[in-house]
C-alpha cells in the first residue's frame, strides 16, 4: 500500500509554470513507479507523465512534451511535475498515481487502468 497526496495546483497565467509535488507515505517510494494523470470536467482521466522507480526513464503525453518535466526524488518520498509554458487547455485536476509493475503497455497504451494507489488531485487552472 502507499498513499498519495498532491499539492501544488492553483491559478496561473498562460504563459506561465507551476510546480505539482505528490508525497508518498507506506512502503518503500522506491519500489514504485509514479504518474501523472489529468481530468478536465466532462473528459476522461488523461495521461500526462510517467517516471520510473530509479527515475531513469520517463514519457509524456505528446500535448505536453517539451513543456512538462517529471522527476522524483526518493529520499524524500516525492514526485514533482514542473509544468512550464502553461496553457488554458492544460486547466484540470491533476492527480499522482502509483504502480509496483512496470510494463511495456503501459508506455504503449497509457492509462489509469495501470495505477492501483492514487491520490486525491489538486487543480490546476490556467486562464487566457
Known amino acids: 500500500q502507499v498513499q498519495l497526496v498532491e499539492s501544488g495546483g492553483g491559478l496561473v497565467q498562460a504563459g506561465g509554470s507551476l510546480r505539482l509535488s505528490c508525497a508518498a507515505s507506506g512502503r518503500t517510494f522506491s519500489s514504485f513507479a509514479l504518474a501523472w494523470f489529468r481530468q478536465a470536467p466532462g473528459e476522461e482521466r488523461e495521461f500526462v507523465a510517467v517516471?520510473?522507480?530509479?527515475?531513469?526513464?520517463?514519457y509524456y503525453a505528446d500535448s505536453v512534451k517539451g513543456r512538462f518535466t517529471v522527476s522524483r526524488d526518493n529520499a524524500k518520498n516525492t514526485v514533482y511535475l514542473q509544468m512550464d509554458s502553461l496553457k488554458p487547455e492544460d486547466t484540470a485536476v491533476y492527480y499522482c498515481?502509483?504502480?509496483?509493475?512496470?510494463?511495456?503497455?503501459?508506455?504503449?497504451?497509457?492509462?489509469?487502468?495501470?495505477?492501483?494507489?492514487w491520490g486525491q488531485g489538486t487543480q490546476v487552472t490556467v486562464s487566457s
Open positions: 498515481a502509483a504502480t509496483s509493475k512496470w510494463t511495456t503497455m503501459m508506455i504503449i497504451t497509457p492509462g489509469p487502468q495501470y495505477y492501483p494507489y
Open positions: 517516471i520510473s522507480f530509479g527515475g531513469g526513464r520517463t
